[in-house]
């Protein structure tokens, strides 16, 4: 296969993986999540297909060595560990279908990570990727602002403001990088859309983590820029920020504070909420088990046992519902208290190198203060707004699009990679492999990774799919007081026999158990 065809096909792949964010399958159970994820892991793992057989006939393509890549996969391998070392493998591993978080999903996200940094190699190219994220970002925050929910297609507040937050910040990129001083301005309206649906999301932490994003931009602007004139503004708008925070903060009962709508995001920020409370007991319960498994954790995703373990009861004086935390709701406690030291410190290296990266390629001027401002502030509002949420599908694709891009410039700016790609086949010298050893190869990388890939997304995709689909079926059938049905529906389901059965097989048990007139039409045998 042509080296032009591999990177139409992985490019394209990679931007059309973009669009799961609009897939809702009501046949599904957990539509919101198994509709996005499921499709996503498929066509992720048939594009891997390529990816493989491409670096292997295309070496120069192969990704150059990378902190943010081993700290990637550093973190993968710590929490795949703690899967055989923790207290549930199949939930660290495969994950249940409410997140599908397990180790499983999220190797698909590392897989998304490398196609990225394999074939977008051009501004043109990452201009594309970034037009057609911000482009379904709009939509979204239109379908959440115009429609019924706020969650939009996404089904999930929390998850609506970290992925639009994501896609605020890739505006600005595009906003700096436009030429055009005339045309850059078009940039500004995707913005002030996406806002609107922000807003109606209304996620205090997400307002948390923007707004402390937004005072690190000022901070950084008003260090770095070299116009005195824009020093003294954007310090002075720092000023005012972090006085108007307090202000309203500490007037939060006047009149014009309660009736000021402009307010509402930061008077609605208050660590007395009861939903603040509830994650504070959870956070503390991460913290007391730490000591137990301070090396390893109890196992990534097994937060439910910790949270158990130490229930306060004192939660019930917030809310009398929500009492089963599988998450901490707080990325750093999660991660450290589930997957030990090991986990947290190899979550933490990813971080540490982009800001590395980004420190380095500022100050050799790889790329401009704009393009260092903005990643900051970027990856600052992803890390402070996690501290009250946790990860999903669309952050992580954010974060991968974000480092992918880090990477770039990097790349971009040590070996003039634009002018590099353009003359490879005079530069690349291939040692002792002919283009006939390179093409068996590449046929045998097809064949091999083909055979593997494509058993794993029958098995652990395709067979969960149709499982999903009969869980529902078989809801359906009890809804329609249709008893025996709807144990058929549930036998056929359950006989895919796939990694996920047992939230199919609690789906049964639950609703059994909140329907036993059902049983009535039922005879003694």
């Given at each position: 296969?042509?080296?032009?065809?591999?990177?139409?096909?992985?490019?394209?792949?990679?931007?059309?993986?973009?669009?799961?964010?609009?897939?809702?399958?009501?046949?599904?159970?957990?539509?919101?999540?198994?509709?996005?994820?499921?499709?996503?892991?498929?066509?992720?793992?048939?594009?891997?297909?390529?990816?493989?057989?491409?670096?292997?006939?295309?070496?120069?393509?192969?990704?150059?060595?990378?902190?943010?890549?081993?700290?990637?996969?550093?973190?993968?391998?710590?929490?795949?560990?703690?899967?055989?070392?923790?207290?549930?493998?199949?939930?660290?591993?495969?994950?249940?279908?409410?997140?599908?978080?397990?180790?499983?999903?999220?190797?698909?996200?590392?897989?998304?990570?490398?196609?990225?940094?394999?074939?977008?190699?051009?501004?043109?190219d990452w201009q594309i990727f970034l037009i057609t994220s911000i482009?379904?970002?709009?939509?979204?925050?239109?379908?959440?602002?115009?429609?019924?929910?706020?969650?939009?297609?996404?089904?999930?507040?929390?998850?609506?403001?970290?992925y639009l937050i994501f896609n605020m910040y890739f505006c600005m990129?595009?906003?700096?990088?436009?030429?055009?001083?005339?045309?850059?301005?078009?940039?500004?309206?995707?913005?002030?859309?996406?806002?609107?649906?922000?807003?109606?999301?209304?996620?205090?932490?997400?307002?948390?983590?923007?707004?402390?994003?937004?005072?690190?931009?000022?901070?950084?602007?008003?260090?770095?820029?070299?116009?005195?004139?824009?020093?003294?503004?954007?310090?002075?708008?720092?000023?005012?920020?972090?006085?108007?925070?307090?202000?309203?903060?500490?007037?939060?009962?006047?009149?014009?504070?309660?009736?000021?709508?402009?307010?509402?995001?930061?008077?609605?920020?208050?660590?007395?909420?009861?939903?603040?409370?509830?994650?504070?007991?959870?956070?503390?319960?991460?913290?007391?088990?730490?000591?137990?498994?301070?090396?390893?954790?109890?196992?990534?995703?097994?937060?439910?046992?910790?949270?158990?373990?130490?229930?306060?009861?004192?939660?019930?004086?917030?809310?009398?519902?929500?009492?089963?935390?599988?998450?901490?709701?707080?990325?750093?406690?999660?991660?450290?208290?589930?997957?030990?030291?090991?986990?947290?410190?190899?979550?933490?290296?990813?971080?540490?190198?982009?800001?590395?990266?980004?420190v380095r390629g500022y100050r050799e001027e790889y790329f401009s203060?704009?393009?260092?401002?903005?990643?900051?502030?970027?990856?600052?509002?992803?890390?402070?707004?996690?501290?009250?949420?946790?990860?999903?599908?669309?952050?992580?694709?954010?974060?991968?699009?974000?480092?992918?891009?880090?990477?770039?410039?990097?790349?971009?700016?040590?070996?003039?990679?634009?002018?590099?790609?353009?003359?490879?086949?005079?530069?690349?010298?291939?040692?002792?492999?002919?283009?006939?050893?390179?093409?068996?190869?590449?046929?045998?990388?097809?064949?091999?990774?083909?055979?593997?890939?494509?058993?794993?997304?029958?098995?652990?995709?395709?067979?969960?799919?149709?499982?999903?689909?009969?869980?529902?079926?078989?809801?359906?059938?009890?809804?329609?007081?249709?008893?025996?049905?709807?144990?058929?529906?549930?036998?056929?389901?359950?006989?895919?026999?796939?990694?996920?059965?047992?939230?199919?097989?609690?789906?049964?048990?639950?609703?059994?158990?909140?329907?036993?007139?059902?049983?009535?039409?039922?005879?003694?045998?």
């Amino acid at each position: 296969m042509s080296q032009k065809l591999y990177l139409y096909i992985l490019k394209y792949g990679a931007i059309a993986s973009l669009i799961t964010v609009f897939f809702t399958f009501k046949s599904l159970l957990f539509p919101f999540i198994t509709s996005k994820q499921i499709s996503f892991n498929i066509l992720i793992e048939i594009l891997f297909i390529f990816w493989i057989a491409f670096i292997v006939k295309y070496p120069e393509y192969r990704p150059k060595i990378s902190y943010i890549t081993f700290g990637l996969i550093a973190f993968l391998a710590a929490i795949t560990l703690t899967c055989f070392t923790g207290v549930d493998f199949n939930l660290s591993f495969w994950g249940d279908v409410e997140r599908m978080l397990g180790v499983f999903h999220v190797l698909h996200f590392l897989a998304l990570y490398l196609i990225i940094i394999t074939v977008f190699k051009s501004w043109e190219d990452w201009q594309i990727f970034l037009i057609t994220s911000i482009s379904i970002a709009v939509l979204v925050a239109i379908y959440g602002v115009a429609g019924e929910h706020a969650y939009s297609t996404i089904g999930n507040t929390a998850y609506v403001s970290g992925y639009l937050i994501f896609n605020m910040y890739f505006c600005m990129l595009l906003f700096f990088r436009e030429n055009n001083k005339g045309l850059r301005w078009i940039y500004i309206l995707p913005i002030i859309i996406m806002w609107f649906g922000f807003d109606r999301a209304g996620t205090n932490g997400a307002f948390v983590g923007l707004g402390f994003s937004i005072m690190v931009v000022f901070f950084l602007y008003a260090i770095l820029h070299k116009n005195v004139k824009v020093k003294i503004a954007t310090a002075a708008l720092l000023l005012i920020s972090i006085i108007a925070v307090v202000g309203v903060l500490t007037n939060r009962d006047s009149e014009f504070v309660q009736n000021s709508r402009v307010l509402r995001p930061i008077r609605g920020i208050d660590v007395q909420k009861n939903t603040f409370q509830t994650r504070l007991i959870s956070w503390r319960a991460g913290i007391k088990d730490f000591k137990n498994h301070p090396i390893l954790g109890t196992g990534f995703g097994n937060f439910a046992v910790i949270f158990d373990k130490y229930f306060d009861p004192s939660f019930y004086d917030y809310t009398r519902g929500e009492t089963y935390f599988d998450r901490a709701h707080n990325n750093v406690v999660d991660i450290a208290s589930t997957s030990g030291l090991v986990g947290i410190l190899t979550y933490l290296s990813i971080f540490l190198a982009a800001a590395y990266y980004l420190v380095r390629g500022y100050r050799e001027e790889y790329f401009s203060k704009h393009e260092f401002i903005i990643l900051s502030g970027l990856l600052t509002a992803y890390f402070v707004q996690n501290l009250a949420v946790f990860d999903s599908l669309v952050t992580y694709m954010g974060l991968m699009m974000t480092l992918g891009y880090i990477y770039w410039l990097i790349q971009e700016g040590e070996t003039g990679m634009l002018d590099e790609i353009k003359t490879k086949k005079k530069k690349f010298i291939r040692p002792l492999t002919s283009d006939r050893e390179l093409e068996n190869k590449e046929i045998y990388a097809l064949f091999i990774s083909g055979v593997i890939l494509l058993t794993i997304m029958f098995q652990y995709n395709i067979k969960p799919l149709q499982m999903l689909v009969k869980t529902i079926d078989g809801q359906r059938a009890l809804a329609q007081s249709d008893i025996e049905k709807t144990i058929d529906e549930y036998k056929q389901a359950l006989g895919y026999d796939t990694v996920l059965d047992r939230d199919s097989r609690t789906s049964l048990v639950r609703t059994i158990a909140s329907n036993p007139n059902a049983l009535k039409g039922l005879d003694k045998a």
